[in-house]
């Protein structure tokens, strides 16, 4: 009977150390599957962030396509544009004989600038302005007393921008201030 009181008193302990384990147990996996679930959603918000990411740059690239899509073609216009130009300067306005021809020249030339602009392929004459080598391309410096340095004297041609962006920089000439002559000895007497 002792041997059973025994077994009896020693039941509710292995028992309890049982429920205490298990509960243990329990509250462990509780931990790890919370953690892994934490996990999964942070993932799933960094794949939802990137695939969001994708779809703008996507978008981007096409609106870039699109907008740019005349470059190639546009830059092989210019040289036709700088002839009509150039033809119109050399020719006189006041020459009888080929006054036809000049009021043809101005009329395609006209015809082709007006194209161009509505598909935003824009002009960059920056005479007079200040160099900007973003947008210039410096040919030469000659000394001016009349003009700031660092501004634009003369434009050897023209450069342009198509939707904002460089397409041919314009070729120039910029200024800079006359060179100081040393005092003559009769001025530093």
């Known amino acids: ?17 049982a429920v205490a384990e298990a ?17 999964a959603q942070d993932q799933s918000l960094r794949v939802a962030a990137e695939l969001q990411n994708v779809r ?13 899509a005349l470059e190639k073609f546009a830059g092989d216009l210019l040289p036709v544009l700088d002839s009509l130009e ?26 082709l600038q007006d194209t161009l602009a509505r598909h935003q392929l824009l002009p960059l004459d920056p005479q007079g302005e ?25 434009v050897f041609q023209k450069g342009y921008l198509l939707n904002g962006r460089l397409l041919r920089p314009a070729m120039v000439v910029v200024s ?6 040393p005092p003559s000895i009769d001025e530093q007497a």
């Open 56 to 68: 703008r740059r996507a978008e981007q690239d096409v609106e870039k396509a699109h907008k740019f």
């Open 23 to 39: 509960n243990g147990d329990l509250a462990g996996r509780v931990q790890a599957l919370e953690e892994q679930l934490a996990t």
């Open 86 to 111: 150039r033809g119109l300067e050399l020719s006189s306005p006041d020459d009888e004989a080929i006054r036809p021809i000049r009021e043809g020249l101005e009329l395609t030339l006209k015809l």
């Open 1 to 17: 009977m002792a041997d059973e009181q025994n077994l009896d008193n020693q039941t509710p302990d292995l028992n309890e150390e």
């Open 130 to 154: 200040p160099f900007d080598p973003e947008h210039h391309q410096a040919m030469a410096m000659e000394e001016s007393t009349h003009a700031e340095p660092n501004s634009v004297l003369k």
């Open 176 to 181: 800079r201030a006359p060179a100081q002559t």
